[in-house]
């Protein structure tokens, strides 16, 4: 998806793709633990990226590597909202999903 797009939001906005976006992010935290205690499967991963997922694709940034990023385009944008979005942002220990904070149930289906 997107980045920055309502996509992405509405993606989590479930309990069933909270779910699934938990198990994604267990099955990745285990494929890193892997490759950070297994050197051969790591070089095995580089040697597959380099000559046969890359081999005839290579990436040329647009931004030279000194270029700083330009986080001082939002600087007065977040100094005005920041303080009115603390207000959504999640707290587990007052609720068990994010929709319970909203104040949303879920399924918003109606009854006909």
């Known amino acids: 998806m997107p980045g920055h797009h309502w996509s992405n939001a509405i993606a989590m906005a479930t309990p ?5 976006v938990t198990v994604g992010a267990k099955a990745l935290a285990m494929t890193l633990i892997d490759l950070f205690t297994d050197q051969k499967l790591l070089d095995d991963s580089w040697d597959y990226f380099k000559n ?3 081999k005839d694709v290579k990436y ?3 931004v ?3 270029t700083p990023p ?3 385009l939002n600087s ?3 100094e005005k909202f ?3 979005l603390k207000k959504y942002y999640y707290d587990p220990s007052k609720y068990n999903t994010y929709l319970d904070q909203l104040g949303i149930k879920y ?5 006909k």
């Open 82 to 84: 920041k303080p009115e």
């Open 60 to 62: 040329t940034s647009f």
């Open 70 to 72: 330009a986080i001082h």
């Open 76 to 78: 007065k944008i977040m």
């Open 52 to 54: 046969v997922q890359s």
């Open 16 to 20: 069933i793709a909270h779910k699934g």
């Open 107 to 111: 399924p918003t289906l109606e009854k």
């Open 64 to 66: 030279d590597a000194k």
